[in-house]
């Protein structure tokens, strides 16, 4: 039943899981290009990116042309609107690779300092997982592992609180300042691609539920142990 | 330098939609529409109508009342010869072939131009002989069983009567009598399908298996439908004409083409003003 609904709903879907897999690699060369300081690899992050642009303009247009042409009810709705929020939350997190790979190009002659890599190295694997489980999720429409993203994301967040206190610890040397100011943004944007991934979830949460509600909410936040 | 592979790969070919796929790749033309007009007596019912329709595609015609949607689509497999007042003005060039050229004999235009009407006209015959009756006229009475029974699968209609084939057409239900009228234009091997509101009289289940249907057939045959459910060409077709009508100084109104485009086109960002009123619900 409804053959054209369902094909352009199953092409939609698969070039969003696509473009997610794009973000995890993006990921990973502005991780790979942050540690090893290495100005080559940042740029092809940075030029990569259009790659995924082309991709979130395609599953736009694609969302469009579903919604004029086919006008989608109930589940099928809710689907069109989680896939539309999920791919500008992919795209954005696309943007911070793309802002990381930047800062890394501004700072390439510094020496980085190698604990606080290697927190940027724990905060960008949690990253990429948290993607994981939000692409999971949505593919499997698991309301459960959605929700676990919130845990996962504390951890990143946590991370991300350290950051101040350990750039204040990089002594009194400009270039290694200019470094660590730096890193604070690059902190922050590992920090966003975390709350993006969140907000997937709760698109799932929505996609399954029929009801929108944050996961959290920053403006109330509970107090976590 | 480590992670050099990791961005290194091969540039990602967009896997663009099925629905944005530019219409203007490769396409066969089926039929050429040259400046055709259409009058019943005095009062012109279509004026002017040009485009092309192309093969292998779902073309729809929407528009309101009395726009001229049926008349048109009547000409092109020359049903309105049997309308003694219908005169036709202009040209409808079928693979390059005037169909209205005095050696052309109609019989033979409707039997490669098939149609299905608006509501379910089987004959008061078994399922069997509905389907076959086609053959039967036009001599192609080899394999009679297979044709019948690939006609049938074709317009999925096979499973739900496989059984009963002896039984009256007019016991089934008024889906599977419209889905039994496209087994029997199917029958005589068509290349194009004509549907005048093929679903008008249907549910909504019936409705969607016969645009299920359509999305099929297309593979193999080229289909036109006018249809007054927007939303049904908005679904099934690749290409919509939108017609209108056009009220003449002497208060006659008859029928246009406004706009012929890629539906997804028609349907988000149509260039006359004419359609978009219509299709947004705010005309006709």
Request: aromatic share 6%.
């Amino acid at each position: 039943m409804r053959i054209t609904l369902q094909e352009d709903l199953d092409s939609i879907n698969a070039n969003l899981l696509e473009e997610g897999q794009l973000v995890l690699r993006a990921l990973r060369g502005a991780l790979n290009a942050l540690r090893e300081a290495d100005a080559e690899l940042a740029d092809e992050v940075i030029a990569f990116d259009d790659e995924i642009d082309r991709r979130y303009i395609s599953i736009e247009q694609g969302i469009e042309v579903l919604l004029a042409r086919q006008t989608p009810v109930a589940v099928d709705l809710r689907l069109v609107l989680a896939m539309l929020h999920t791919n500008l939350h992919l795209e954005r997190m696309a943007d911070y690779c793309v802002t990381i790979a930047k800062l890394t190009k501004l700072v390439a002659n510094v020496e980085p300092e190698p604990r606080m890599i290697q927190a940027f190295e724990e905060m960008g694997s949690r990253a990429e997982e948290m993607i994981r489980v939000a692409l999971d999720a949505f593919v499997n429409r698991d309301l459960e592992e959605a929700s676990s993203l919130v845990d996962l994301d504390e951890l990143i967040d946590r991370a991300n609180r350290r950051v101040v206190r350990q750039v204040l610890e990089l002594g009194p040397d400009p270039a290694r300042t200019e470094w660590g100011l730096r890193m604070i943004v690059v902190s922050r944007c590992l920090e966003r691609i975390g709350d993006h991934a969140v907000d997937i979830g709760e698109q799932v949460a929505y996609l399954v539920t029929g009801e929108f509600r944050e996961f959290t909410d920053a403006s109330h936040p509970v107090e976590r142990s | 330098m480590s992670g050099d592979t990791i961005l290194n790969v091969a540039p990602i070919e967009i896997a663009q939609s099925r629905e944005r796929r530019p219409v203007t790749a490769a396409r066969e033309t089926v039929f050429d529409i040259r400046n055709l007009s259409v009058s019943y007596g005095k009062t012109p019912a279509v004026k002017d109508v040009s485009f092309e329709i192309y093969r292998n595609m779902v073309t729809a015609i929407i528009g309101p009342s009395g726009c001229g949607k049926s008349t048109f689509i009547r000409t092109l497999n020359r049903m309105n010869d049997l309308v003694p007042s219908a005169k036709v003005e202009g040209d409808v060039l079928y693979h390059g072939q005037d169909l209205y050229a005095s050696r052309v004999d109609p019989v033979q235009v409707r039997r490669k131009i098939g149609m299905v009407f608006q509501r379910p006209n089987p004959f008061p015959k078994s399922i069997f002989d509905n389907v076959a009756w086609g053959l039967r006229v036009l001599g192609m009475k080899d394999n009679l069983k297979d044709r019948v029974q690939h006609a049938l699968e074709q317009a999925a209609l096979w499973d739900d009567v496989r059984h009963r084939l002896k039984k009256s057409a007019l016991g089934l239900s008024g889906g599977q009598q419209q889905r039994l009228c496209i087994a029997r234009a199917l029958a005589v091997e068509p290349e194009v399908l004509l549907m005048d509101e093929p679903a008008s009289s249907l549910d909504p289940i019936a409705t969607s298996r016969i645009e299920d249907l359509m999305h099929t057939l297309k593979r193999d045959y080229t289909i036109v439908i006018v249809t007054h459910n927007m939303q049904q060409a908005a679904r099934v077709a690749d290409l919509t004409a939108f017609f209108s009508l056009d009220v003449l100084p002497d208060g006659a109104r008859t029928g246009l083409l406004v706009e012929y485009d890629a539906t997804e086109k028609i349907f988000t960002q149509p260039s006359d003003k004419r359609t978009e009123d219509y299709v947004t619900g705010r005309f006709g």
